[in-house]
């Protein structure tokens, strides 16, 4: 996530059949066809909801008016044809006065099961992985506290952890830069696999050693990057039970995410996942859309790798006042996909990655 100013019950898995049956139960709202171009901007048009219900999987919130926030996303499942939306706190550091968790949303949240959930960590597991880079201090002291406090979140509410920095730009939070193979982060993967939530990971793809991206300023941040995908997949095979889900497909600072290195990676490693995220006020590079159209090497990716993504557009609530919202130009995206491949990645695909409770949320939505 980079902040930008104005940022199934028991064991049960679902089936195609589970999910129609889900779907059924009311969650269709009538279809509309995606924006194009030649209609007015989208600042005079009415939102065009998804064709079919999808999980809003990645949210922000503002943590000074959590029950605006959760006003305003509430107000957004009806209007985007939305099953449920996930919040999350932003990555931070320990040295960053203004960093929070969890904690901020969730007695909010819980109010509406079916409809919110709320994923931490972002605001502590995360300073607290930064304060080891920073000290090198990864020893027993600090893993049983890092043990301690993702264990509270688990028993609060979260369903699952996020989010996480490896790599992330100075924007509304600090640069922050962590290995992604750090001792923290491979306990992390142990902890969400024992108890079979995911972790969400915000990285910018750095292929090798290289110099800051044109365009970004240093500081704040560093005038050179440091390598992270062989990294990254020694995170992904330290415990194939932890599923790890790489946000932002789609929002590329680098250059290097490209449909084809993701395809490699989601060859390689069967427990990684990816959010899809499309920012139209900061397309960056290897945009999945051009001309309103997804392009076909992108639309290739989503095809080869159906049971692999979800949508996670890193939508603020409130919503911010622009002419137009990410989760708007992700419908306009999902609008697009054929129908079976639609409905894996908005709803199918969510009840793999995040399990029963997800699960139970779901269905307690269809009954109401």
Request: charge should be positive; hydrophobic fraction near 40%; glycine fraction near 8%.
């Amino acid at each position: 996530m980079r902040r930008l100013q104005g940022k199934f019950a028991t064991s049960m898995v679902f089936s195609g059949i589970g999910i129609a049956a889900l779907l059924a139960a009311g969650f269709v709202f009538a279809a509309q066809p995606p924006s194009s171009a030649g209609k007015p901007p989208a600042a005079a048009m009415p939102p065009v909801p998804a064709l079919t219900p999808y999980v809003e999987a990645h949210t922000h919130y503002n943590e000074k008016d959590p029950q605006g926030s959760v006003r305003a996303a509430l107000a957004g499942l009806k209007r985007q044809n939305a099953a449920m939306i996930f919040m999350l706190a932003p990555p931070d550091t320990y040295t960053h006065p203004g960093h929070y968790d969890a904690e901020v949303i969730l007695p909010e949240a819980k109010k509406y099961p079916g409809k919110l959930a709320v994923l931490g960590g972002g605001g502590t597991l995360n300073a607290m992985i930064m304060q080891s880079v920073a000290t090198g201090d990864a020893g027993p002291a600090v893993r049983k506290k890092f043990s301690a406090r993702a264990e509270q979140l688990l028993r609060e509410g979260v369903i699952g952890f996020g989010e996480m920095a490896a790599e992330h730009f100075d924007g509304g939070t600090p640069y922050q830069y962590a290995p992604p193979d750090h001792p923290l982060y491979l306990l992390l993967a142990d902890i969400a696999a024992q108890h079979g939530v995911p972790i969400v990971l915000h990285m910018e793809a750095v292929p090798q050693d290289m110099a800051l991206p044109a365009g970004l300023k240093s500081p704040p941040n560093p005038p050179r990057l440091h390598a992270n995908i062989a990294a990254f997949e020694r995170l992904l095979d330290h415990n194939p039970r932890a599923k790890i889900i790489w946000a932002h497909a789609g929002s590329d600072n680098t250059g290097f995410r490209t449909p084809a290195l993701c395809a490699r990676l989601l060859a390689a490693h069967p427990n990684l996942y990816m959010e899809i995220k499309t920012d139209p006020l900061a397309k960056g590079m290897n945009y999945p859309m051009e001309n309103g159209k997804i392009k076909p090497e992108w639309l290739a990716l989503f095809t080869k790798f159906p049971d692999r993504f979800i949508i996670g557009t890193d939508q603020h609530y409130p919503e911010p006042n622009a002419p137009e919202q990410r989760w708007q130009t992700a419908v306009d995206l999902f609008n697009q996909l054929p129908a079976g491949l639609r409905k894996k990645i908005g709803t199918e695909n969510v009840a793999h990655i995040y399990g029963k409770s997800v699960a139970a949320y779901l269905l307690h939505a269809a009954k109401n």
